[in-house]
């Protein structure tokens, strides 16, 4: 899900695909890889804070990046559409997979 080269092409196509594939409301799983940088792991946190979401957090081999995993319950797909634009926005770097 890295950078795609139209983004609302690409959101209108992930939206169809989470209305297919789940029955609403469902746990949803975001992962993110971004650099090990323990202030952009923390702003990832943050945009998830006060959800009941479970995030876990694994080093790459060399340390250099950090997956993030974020795993909750999501109403809808525009719910999960919003959250990853809302990562994009803030977190300079990211990929979301």
């Given at each position: 899900?890295?950078t795609p080269t139209n983004p609302?092409?690409?959101?209108?196509?992930?939206?169809?695909?989470?209305?297919?594939?789940?029955?609403?409301?469902?746990e949803y799983l975001y992962k993110?890889?971004?650099?090990?940088?323990?202030?952009?792991?923390?702003?990832?946190?943050?945009?998830?804070?006060?959800?009941?979401?479970?995030?876990?957090?694994?080093?790459?081999?060399?340390g250099k990046y950090t997956s993030?995993?974020?795993?909750?319950?999501?109403?809808?797909?525009?719910?999960?559409?919003?959250?990853?634009?809302?990562?994009?926005?803030?977190?300079?770097?990211?990929?979301?997979?």
């Amino acid at each position: 899900m890295s950078t795609p080269t139209n983004p609302e092409e690409f959101y209108k196509k992930l939206k169809g695909q989470l209305q297919d594939t789940a029955l609403w409301p469902t746990e949803y799983l975001y992962k993110f890889i971004v650099k090990s940088d323990l202030k952009k792991i923390a702003e990832i946190e943050a945009i998830f804070d006060n959800m009941g979401a479970v995030i876990n957090t694994t080093p790459s081999k060399n340390g250099k990046y950090t997956s993030v995993s974020v795993n909750l319950r999501m109403r809808n797909p525009d719910a999960v559409i919003e959250k990853y634009k809302e990562v994009a926005i803030k977190i300079e770097g990211v990929i979301s997979l």
